[in-house]
């Protein structure tokens, strides 16, 4: 288990005593013989003690057993995505109130080099599931069950050190799903993170590959940057890389204007 630092560990229990429905959610996984783990931008958020309501988990549990497990607590469900292993449920706490949560069997994707839409394969490991996530920030799991944080590339240091690096190399990262890229630039606003120069230098040097892209995707991702506090950052660096030229033309022409 990687060290925490005591406000991290507090956090990280108060996750799991935080919620009723989870922690029933969790006993219910455990019982049927599955792993159950809060992973993603949750386990990232609740060690910077800014834990959302709404949840993601993954488990070793196939779709038809996660919508069988989740309707012995809920019939508030939604078949999201079953062909990419998820399925979606709102839960009640004692109080009320909802949690909105989406459970993912574990994921081996493969990729096509003329898109960045996966073939599906369900994994049979944690490990497999969190390599092929965005960021090392991201790749990190909270095992319901024990309270373990399994971190097996860095990404509690590099929450630390406030730095965007990817678990595989970034080139097959990137080239895997090009659409990264536009997310690495909204992190350096969002969270205030830099990005190592590796990932930089693949940036740089990949941004064509952004062409395999939707118009749609691209815009979903500069309208996030734009939103946060502080977009400029993130604008700065997809000029610095060359992905705003693709992206925005209009932003570094902005360079051959003189400011009177």
Request: proline share 5%.
């Amino acid at each position: 288990m990687p060290d925490l630092t005591p406000a991290q560990r507090a956090s990280l229990d108060a996750v799991r005593a935080s919620s009723v429905s989870m922690d029933r959610l969790a006993e219910v996984f455990a019982a049927a013989g599955q792993e159950f783990y809060l992973v993603g931008g949750s386990v990232r958020d609740a060690l910077r003690g800014r834990l959302g309501q709404d949840l993601d988990f993954t488990t070793s549990a196939r779709p038809d057993d996660i919508e069988r497990l989740v309707r012995t607590l809920t019939r508030a469900i939604w078949d999201v995505g079953r062909e990419f292993g998820t399925i979606a449920c709102q839960l009640t706490e004692p109080d009320g109130s909802h949690r909105l949560v989406e459970i993912t069997t574990f994921r081996a994707d493969t990729y096509q080099q003329e898109s960045r839409k996966p073939e599906v394969v369900f994994g049979d490991h944690l490990g497999g599931d969190l390599i092929r996530r965005d960021f090392t920030v991201n790749a990190m799991a909270l095992d319901m069950a024990t309270g373990e944080l399994l971190d097996p590339f860095g990404g509690l240091a590099d929450l630390t050190d406030r730095v965007i690096r990817t678990p595989a190399a970034p080139e097959l990262s990137f080239s895997d799903d090009p659409l990264r890229m536009m997310r690495a630039a909204r992190f350096t606003s969002q969270l205030g993170f830099g990005c190592v120069p590796e990932v930089v230098a693949a940036m740089t040097s990949m941004a064509s590959r952004l062409a395999i892209v939707s118009a749609e995707r691209i815009r979903d991702e500069l309208v996030k940057l734009l939103l946060t506090d502080d977009p400029r950052p993130g604008l700065d660096l997809l000029v610095q890389t060359g992905i705003a030229e693709i992206v925005l033309p209009e932003l570094p022409a902005l360079q051959m204007e003189r400011d009177e």
